[in-house]
């Protein structure tokens, strides 16, 4: 039987040796690691992290509440306002908000009152960042009952505050669309790029037009409020505030009279006009249609009604002005250049036109299907021959008459101030007809090109320009929409054409509408005109609706305004559908300029 013996005084006796002698060492070395583990994180936490987190800190403890710029006003060249500012109220929150407990509530109760998905103001929270110590406007332009809604419920939506917003008005609407443009907040997309620019979520920014072009001249600086707030948010008292800066205004080349009357005159035909000072490029008018109203994008939401206006198949966005179409008979005054230019015809040539013309086994047909027989360049304009322009195409070649077609500004860029609507338009050639249709050039494209016909591409910009050059004595200029007091020459490069070219070509112009194809211009109601018809060849759903144009100028021999009209798929001619317009136009412009001096036109039935 086996015995225990006990310890003495009854305590077990430790027996244990091994290792003792090394934990004090141990501990030390394992207290010391774990003092310095520490220092080294306060070190880093104070020194290197420091300024990150007095910056939280701050945050926490002071906000910004941010005042919107006031963006410039725009004004047309007499001083009338265009665009300006209205104030209505706004619905802002802090970003922090869907993060509290209260956030159901105070969501559900937004979203019922504003009609705005709860999701969707989360969604702008979130973007904002939780640590964002500016406000976030989640709806703008409220209505007396959203306000007086918000007002009953004031004790719930402890987070949302409402402010004055400053929101773009446009006193013309339609009329001014597509020159001024609209404004709206910034697409995701627009605020990545934007951001480091200091725009934030919320911002309103051009989207086309003058609105765009002069985005920065136009939109100001942000100020604000700096303020001290309690654990619960509540404003305690304002640190500072710095004042928002007003964007520049601008006024415009544009005249809103001549803008108006033009819009009257192109009514619902699709199509454009565009006006100029043929001296310096200077726009006068420039409207488009289908057009739209610019006011319904300073809404936070637009209805499906508003959606319907901006968007089909007829496109109110885009501006016609700046897009292509072929430049039909206006384009003769290029071929005539060209001819004379050369050096292979004269200013006293006279070519016999005809019914037809055939060409390497193609036959290319007269408008008036007989000819006019016998004409020279003068009586070639007049009467739009296109016979006579065809053996002026096939005389001076190709490369001849795409170089003086590429100097008159075709298949490039105006230097307008609307980069990203304006098209360049295109000037075949035979690189581009080789790379696109494998084929080499003709003599028929020639031909086809002679009468702005073919592939060539122009905008009605682009054709104001062309209309310029013998309007002013055969300067190119450039096209502008900011006023200002530069020298016309500025705005001016010489095409270096021989005096003789020149006169031709003005006294051709002055023909069409003396004893041509533009007599309805002919009339005592306005001063003389000179001009140009054309109508291109076009179809729509597999019919034939032509394109119709008219150029012209005035006073012919001096003149100060130049005007190109262009109505999209009218069926009719230039001279019948786009002539008439130009009347209207130059009638209200030299009637208002100089009472009393030209005859009044009739009234209309």
């Known amino acids: 039987m086996a015995l225990i013996e006990p310890t003495p005084l009854g305590r077990p006796k430790n027996t244990r040796t091994v290792g003792k002698s090394f934990q004090p060492t141990f501990l030390i070395i394992f207290t010391l690691l774990m003092t310095s583990a520490i220092g080294a994180r306060l070190a880093y936490l104070q020194i290197v992290e420091g300024a990150n987190h007095r910056k939280r800190a701050e945050s926490n403890r002071i906000r910004m509440i941010p005042k919107q710029p006031e963006r410039g006003n725009i004004f047309d060249r007499n001083g009338k306002l265009l665009a300006s500012t209205r104030y209505p109220r706004s619905v802002y929150l802090w970003p922090m908000a869907h993060t509290k407990p209260s956030w159901p509530v105070v969501g559900?109760?937004?979203?019922?009152?504003?009609?705005?998905?709860?999701?969707?103001?989360?969604?702008?929270?979130?973007?904002?960042?939780?640590?964002?110590?500016s406000l976030i406007r989640i709806a703008r332009d409220v209505n007396e009952a959203e306000i007086t809604a918000l007002k009953e419920y004031q004790s719930e939506l402890t987070d949302v505050e409402i402010h004055l917003d400053a929101v773009r008005y446009y006193p013309h609407g339609r009329p001014m669309a597509h020159v001024l443009g609209y404004t709206r907040e910034l697409t995701a997309e627009q605020l990545k790029k934007k951001r480091q620019e200091g725009y934030r979520l919320g911002d309103v920014i051009g989207q086309m037009g003058v609105e765009k072009a002069?985005?920065?001249?136009?939109?100001?600086?942000?100020?604000?409020?700096?303020?001290?707030?309690?654990?619960?948010?509540?404003?305690?008292?304002?640190?500072?505030?710095?004042?928002?800066?007003?964007?520049?205004?601008?006024?415009?080349?544009?005249?809103?009279?001549?803008?108006?009357?033009?819009?009257?005159?192109?009514?619902?035909?699709?199509?454009?006009i565009v006006a100029l000072n043929p001296k310096n490029g200077a726009v006068l008018a420039l409207v488009s249609h289908p057009t739209f109203d610019p006011n319904i994008f300073s809404k936070q939401k637009l209805s499906q009604k508003d959606w319907d206006t901006v968007q089909g198949e007829e496109h109110p966005l885009v501006n016609r002005a700046l897009s292509v179409f072929p430049p039909a008979s206006t384009f003769k005054i290029v071929t005539t250049t060209a001819g004379l230019e050369s050096g292979k015809f004269s200013p006293s040539t006279v070519l016999q036109t005809y019914g037809s013309l055939t060409v390497g086994g193609t036959t290319f047909g007269e408008w008036?299907?007989?000819?006019?027989?016998?004409?020279?360049?003068?009586?070639?304009?007049?009467?739009?021959?296109?016979?006579?322009f065809y053996q002026?195409?096939?005389?001076?070649?190709?490369?001849?008459?795409?170089?003086?077609?590429?100097?008159?500004?075709?298949?490039?860029?105006?230097?307008?101030?609307?980069?990203?609507?304006?098209?360049?338009?295109?000037?075949?050639?035979?690189?581009?007809?080789?790379?696109?249709?494998?084929?080499?050039?003709?003599?028929?494209?020639?031909?086809?090109?002679?009468?702005?016909?073919?592939?060539?591409?122009?905008?009605?910009?682009?054709?104001?320009?062309?209309?310029?050059?013998?309007?002013?004595?055969?300067?190119?200029v450039q096209p502008h929409l900011l006023k200002d007091n530069e020298d016309a020459k500025s705005w001016r490069s010489s095409l270096n054409m021989k005096p003789s070219t020149i006169k031709v070509l003005q006294e051709g112009l002055r023909k069409?509408?003396?004893?041509?194809?533009?007599?309805?211009?002919?009339?005592?109601?306005?001063?003389?005109?000179a001009g140009k018809s054309g109508t291109a060849e076009a179809w729509k759903r597999g019919v034939k609706q032509n394109h119709a144009w008219f150029g012209a100028y005035a006073p012919a021999d001096k003149p100060e305004v130049l005007i190109v009209a262009f109505a999209e798929h009218s069926g009719g001619g230039g001279g019948s559908v786009a002539a008439p317009m130009i009347k209207e136009i130059m009638e209200e412009y030299f009637h208002r300029k100089y009472p009393g001096k030209y005859q009044k036109p009739e009234a209309k039935k």
């Open 512 to 529: 069409v509408i003396s004893e041509g194809t533009g007599k309805a211009l002919n009339t005592p109601t306005i001063p003389p005109v």
């Open 108 to 133: 559900a109760r937004l979203s019922q009152i504003l009609d705005i998905p709860q999701s969707e103001i989360e969604k702008q929270l979130v973007t904002a960042g939780r640590n964002s110590s």
């Open 368 to 388: 008036n299907h007989a000819g006019f027989g016998p004409l020279g360049f003068v009586g070639a304009l007049q009467w739009s021959s296109d016979t006579f």
């Open 392 to 476: 002026i195409g096939r005389g001076v070649g190709g490369p001849t008459l795409i170089e003086w077609t590429r100097k008159y500004g075709f298949g490039e860029k105006t230097g307008f101030e609307f980069v990203s609507e304006e098209a360049k338009g295109l000037v075949p050639d035979e690189t581009w007809k080789q790379k696109v249709w494998k084929m080499p050039w003709t003599v028929g494209d020639s031909i086809n090109m002679s009468i702005g016909q073919g592939a060539l591409q122009t905008t009605p910009l682009q054709v104001a320009i062309m209309f310029a050059v013998p309007a002013n004595g055969g300067d190119r």
């Open 214 to 272: 002069y985005e920065k001249q136009l939109r100001g600086e942000w100020g604000g409020q700096q303020v001290e707030v309690d654990g619960a948010g509540r404003p305690l008292r304002v640190l500072g505030e710095k004042q928002a800066k007003a964007g520049n205004d601008l006024h415009l080349t544009i005249d809103l009279e001549m803008q108006k009357t033009a819009e009257k005159a192109l009514g619902t035909r699709n199509g454009a």
